[in-house]
């Protein structure tokens, strides 16, 4: 059969109406035979429309969901990406999936909740992954409380874990938490700033960059001469994340870095940053918002501004 389904995905494009009802047909003549031959053409990279055209039928008919959540199929990568493309198709994947969390060891569901995270805003599933939260496994729990804070997206509910005992699930509140702009986020995010695990304090530093906060710039610079190797690595991937051409200098001078892996850290933040200068370059135009404005005594007026590229993307400083 994968010879013939091979044969109708190289026609497609030339009759698409014909090339589905192909498809439909070898379905219908073997079900089993033609999930199999399906999954593993996909599983050996094919592409461009075949793959489209592959996927939508798969996807329409609900014969991806269980595949999703194989390891032995899918690398939990090539899953984030082939869900990525089925939602297109299956609306309401997000939701078939949270429904098979509760029946799934913990590998398996970590590993769904990876691809949740990578389509779903969790509106629909808050109610399905509310059980995780009670979860002892702080892997889940922390997984949970990303998906379910970035659709609540309330303070109140997010102060509430901040004293949770794991550092990830704290972690992944704040993140949750980025992009709310409202004095309680603000102090919130101020306070998870002295975190003292790593993870939890640079988040709440760059959700803070990314709210115009003039103090998370110099506050990230401090983290990155942290005698804390996690400290250090950390604050490179933040100045990575923001972009921001002023932390070129202060990467600068943190190489040479005595540890492989804050190396590693410091030159990726470098690449992105660089990206980010490109991606301006070719953008061409600016959004400039003031954000502070000050009468000076000798009757000049200092501006502070922050600058954005105009299609909406983080602010650069």
């Not at 932390?247 to 870095?257: G, Q, S």
């Amino acid at each position: 059969m994968q010879e013939r389904l091979k044969e109708i995905l190289d026609q497609f494009a030339l009759d698409p109406a014909a090339g589905k009802n192909a498809l439909q047909d070898l379905l219908a003549a073997d079900r089993k035979r033609f999930c199999a031959d399906s999954l593993e053409l996909l599983k050996s990279g094919l592409e461009g429309p075949d793959r489209e055209s592959l996927v939508s039928l798969l996807a329409e008919r609900d014969l991806l969901t269980g595949p999703l959540c194989d390891s032995s199929l899918f690398s939990r990568a090539e899953a984030k990406s082939l869900a990525q493309l089925a939602s297109r198709f299956q609306p309401l994947l997000d939701t078939k999936l949270a429904r098979l969390l509760p029946e799934l060891e913990a590998p398996e569901a970590e590993r769904v909740l990876a691809i949740l995270e990578a389509i779903s805003d969790g509106s629909r599933i808050v109610p399905l992954l509310a059980p995780l939260l009670r979860q002892s496994n702080p892997r889940l729990r922390s997984k949970a409380a990303l998906l379910i804070g970035r659709s609540i997206k309330r303070v109140e509910w997010a102060e509430g874990f901040l004293k949770d005992a794991d550092s990830r699930t704290r972690a992944n509140v704040v993140e949750a938490l980025a992009g709310i702009d409202s004095p309680a986020a603000r102090a919130l995010l101020g306070k998870a700033c002295h975190d003292p695990n790593w993870r939890v304090a640079t988040n709440a530093l760059v959700a803070l960059y990314k709210l115009g906060d003039p103090a998370a710039v110099p506050r990230i610079v401090k983290e990155s001469q942290s005698q804390h190797a996690e400290f250090r690595s950390a604050a490179a991937r933040a100045m990575g994340e923001t972009g921001d051409s002023r932390f070129l200098p202060i990467l600068e001078r943190m190489v040479p870095e005595p540890l492989e892996t804050v190396g590693r850290s410091i030159a990726r933040a470098r690449e992105r940053i660089e990206l980010a200068a490109i991606r301006l370059a070719k953008g061409g135009s600016l959004r400039v918002q003031v954000v502070r404005a000050e009468s000076l005594s000798d009757g000049t007026r200092r501006l502070r501004v922050m600058a954005a590229p105009a299609d909406g993307w983080e602010p650069l400083g």
